[in-house]
T-cell receptor, first 115, second 116 residues
Framework: DAMVIQNPRYQVTQFGKPVTLSCSQT?????MYWYQQKSSQAPKLLFH???????NEADTPDNFQSRRPNTSFCFLDIRSPGLGDAAMYLC??????????????FGSGTRLTVV | AQTVTQSQPEMSVQEAETVTLSCTYD???????LFWYKQPPSRQMILVIR??????QNATENRFSVNFQKAAKSFSLKISDSQLGDAAMYFC?????????????FGQGTILTVHP
């Protein structure tokens, strides 16, 4: 089945140690998103790629970076994780722009713990 | 900026009964999309139902239906014949359409408990 896959499902990292979360998709969707979801809160958009065009949200900290080497893969890099970055990180894809938006397909998320 | 508000942090319902989750939003756009997403504990977020603002007819998907009141900027979700598997966090979400590239703004979520 076509899907969005996030690895790993759980990630533990040390305070200040760089960490990378990965997302892959078999849907051939042109838009990929990274959301941060803290416990019992709404997901918050960090950034998205429309094809190779990177779009950062204004309030996303510089500590968060992203890479999209091809259509299928997108990575979230946290350069120096702090305790406040512990959260669920959701990857999602969308096949269209606004007029053709049929909602997202989400991955299962990566739960990041910072120790 | 668009905002989405879910005023019910928690709701509960008896199995086989009906429950309605509330959502209001604020926008100056005339064309947009609204969604309800379901997020079971430790599981993937999935799309429940979608509504296009230019359509007056309320969307329906099996036991799930919406009451879309555009003038009031209200978008409630009705779950009929509730099942134990409906227990989850439900998020209302808004997309401005146009060139927004599908960016979704989520409400705070409503935790739904289903009692057997």
């Amino acid at each position: 089945d076509a899907m969005v896959i996030q690895n790993p499902r759980y990630q533990v990292t040390q305070f200040g140690k760089p960490v990378t979360l990965s997302c892959s998709q078999t849907l051939n969707h042109n838009v990929m998103y990274w959301y941060q979801q803290k416990s019992s809160q709404a997901p918050k958009l960090l950034f998205h790629y429309y094809d190779k065009d990177f779009n950062n949200e204004a309030d996303t900290p510089d500590n968060f970076q992203s890479r999209r080497p091809n259509t299928s893969f997108c990575f979230l890099d946290i350069r120096s994780p702090g305790l406040g970055d512990a959260a669920m990180y959701l990857c999602a894809t969308s096949g269209g722009t606004g007029a053709g938006n049929y909602g997202y397909t989400f991955g299962s998320g990566t739960r990041l713990t910072v120790v | 900026a668009q905002t989405v508000t879910q005023s019910q942090p928690e709701m509960s319902v008896q199995e086989a009964e009906t429950v309605t989750l509330s959502c209001t939003y604020d926008t100056s756009e005339s064309d947009y999309y609204l969604f309800w997403y379901k997020q079971p504990p430790s599981r993937q977020m999935i799309l429940v139902i979608r509504q296009e603002a230019y359509k007056q007819q309320n969307a329906t998907e099996n036991r799930f239906s919406v009451n879309f009141q555009k003038a009031a900027k209200s978008f409630s979700l009705k779950i009929s014949d509730s099942q134990l598997g409906d227990a989850a966090m439900y998020f209302c979400a808004y997309n401005a359409g146009g060139t927004s590239y599908g960016k979704l703004t989520f409400g705070q979520g409503t935790i739904l408990t289903v009692h057997p």
